[in-house]
């Protein structure tokens, strides 16, 4: 009976395929690279698990041989995760992306490695984005669109972005297509994904490391990307953002033409423009150091605003989604424009409050009230906040924004209680909304570096943000709490011993 379907199977399926659509056909071509993709994780998985087990087994714990022999085993690790996250694109792309990002929680040598894959990413042949296309649309992409420029100007993890002159608006416009095959394919590979995290998370287990909850992280990643493919919360984020900032001439948000379909996304073409990371052309371009000031200020005042004001953060701010221009109004004056809008964050009111009375808290050095606000953030590791958000032991008695002195560099690495190695393992212990601010923060941090700019600055701006919100629209609790950041600052800055006599009962746990 099986041999004689075997035989009939190619005169049902063949004429089948002949007679199905092209997006039909890329659905089957996505079932085939899902098989695929798992195959190639099986033997990843396999290898690696030996790989640790072997080297961890190789030197007594704890030694300065173990530790080496683990630095240099994540390292081979991550450079074949990185081989198999190109081979199989898509999700698993992304998830080495989403690796490398996590700094502070993912293995040194998993970053560093990883990060490569923050670049743009492959993109697929113009016979397949056509395909998407007409599929959701339901006519010729030639109906649409006129010099529809076949090489994209920017590819990423699950999309590409065309330039194309739009026929209905008679305007140049950025087409963004997701790939072919990556809806259904995504389904298959989140199976196989988490399946390896879960098999992941057993062995480590095992072997003694329960510190990293593999799958937590997983069922994060996943969310934040089925997110990221609906289309729809995407040009709502941008049309929320585009809102919010409205008479805000230092930002721009690109407006979206017509409205989402399920794969495609039509936004308005921005011409000349550097990304933030373009750090000598943009002062070429605009001369410094005004044009340092004037950029880092904006992009803190947007994300601050977001954070503290709007509860609506985009929380992807690498270089090719933040661009600097010259304003279409003001030449010579340089605007911030914030592209890709599928990946945010809302934070309700109640979360936003909280948040802001934590910063609050930190920036005043109110060992107190971060206890009581932290506490219900992440329990009893309150105490790293400060560290994540303001570089700050809740201990410190440095300037605000300055790097970590000698001593509290030593004091993190010997003392059970505040370890730099465990910081990783703790975040995980914070709400997942927190670790995105975290991340968004991070972003901004980053851009400043490049332009020479303090994290000083950053945090005074971000303060007065913070105040201006906690206030309620009240000039005198705005002053008021302005006056005592202030005077807080200088004592602890010049006279420290004062400060601890003046602020005790909030400076002591």
């Not at 109640?350 to 606000?373: A, C, D, G, P, Q």
């Not at 790097?403 to 003392?415: A, I, N, T, Y």
């Amino acid at each position: 009976m099986l041999r004689y379907g075997l035989k009939l199977s190619p005169l049902v399926i063949g004429p089948w395929y002949a007679l199905s659509t092209p997006q039909q056909k890329k659905d089957v071509v996505a079932i085939g690279y899902a098989g695929a993709n798992a195959a190639r994780v099986v033997p990843f998985l396999v290898t690696s698990i030996y790989d640790y087990y072997k080297s961890l087994n190789m030197h007594p714990y704890p030694s300065e041989q173990h530790d080496k022999e683990k630095d240099q085993c994540h390292e081979r690790v991550a450079y074949k995760l990185l081989s198999l996250c190109v081979k199989n694109r898509g999700i698993y792309l992304k998830l080495g992306q989403y690796i490398g990002s996590l700094d502070t929680i993912a293995p040194r040598k998993y970053v560093e490695v990883l990060r490569v894959l923050q670049d743009e990413g492959p993109h697929v042949p113009f016979d397949d984005i056509k395909i998407v296309i007409e599929n959701d649309f339901g006519c010729k992409l030639e109906d649409l669109f006129e010099n529809f420029e076949q090489t994209p100007i920017a590819a990423a993890s699950l999309a590409q972005v065309h330039k194309a002159f739009y026929k209905k608006s008679k305007q140049p416009v950025a087409v963004k297509v997701q790939f072919p095959t990556l809806l259904l394919q995504t389904k298959y590979d989140m199976v196989v994904t988490r399946t390896t995290v879960q098999v992941i998370n057993f062995v480590a287990s095992k072997m003694g490391n329960n510190s990293i909850n593999f799958l937590q992280l997983f069922e994060n990643f996943k969310s934040s990307r089925i997110k990221e493919l609906d289309f729809t919360l995407e040009f709502k984020n941008g049309n929320d953002t585009k809102q919010h900032f409205q008479g805000d001439e230092r930002i721009y948000i690109p407006n979206y033409i017509g409205k989402p379909k399920e794969r495609v996304l039509i936004m308005e073409f921005i011409d000349d423009a550097f990304k933030i990371n373009q750090v000598d052309e943009i002062l070429n371009k605009f001369g410094k150091p005004l044009t340092q000031e004037y950029v880092c200020r904006s992009l803190i005042d947007i994300f601050a605003k977001m954070i503290f004001f709007y509860g609506v953060v985009h929380v992807d701010g690498h270089p090719g989604n933040i661009l600097v221009r010259e304003h279409p109004d003001h030449p010579g004056r340089p605007q911030v424009v914030l592209l890709d809008h599928g990946h945010y964050v809302r934070i309700d009111d109640e979360f936003r409050n909280n948040f802001s009375k934590l910063w609050y808290s930190m920036v005043t050095f109110n060992k107190k009230n971060i206890k009581e606000i932290g506490t219900q953030f992440c329990g009893t590791h309150y105490r790293y906040l400060p560290i994540l958000f303001t570089y700050r032991t809740i201990d410190s008695q440095k300037p605000l924004g300055e790097s970590f002195r000698r001593d509290e560099k030593q004091l993190l690495k010997v003392s059970n209680d505040l370890s730099l190695e465990n910081i990783g393992f703790l975040l995980q212990k914070l709400p997942w909304d927190l670790i995105l601010i975290f991340k968004a923060c991070h972003f901004v941090t980053i851009h400043n570096k490049k332009f020479g700019i303090k994290s000083r600055e950053r945090f005074f701006r971000f303060t007065d943000h913070c105040m201006i919100s906690l206030s309620n629209n009240s000039r005198m609790s705005y002053y008021k709490m302005k006056l005592s950041f202030y005077l807080k600052l200088f004592f602890l800055e010049y006279f420290p011993r004062i400060f601890r006599l003046l602020y005790t009962s909030t400076t002591s746990d």
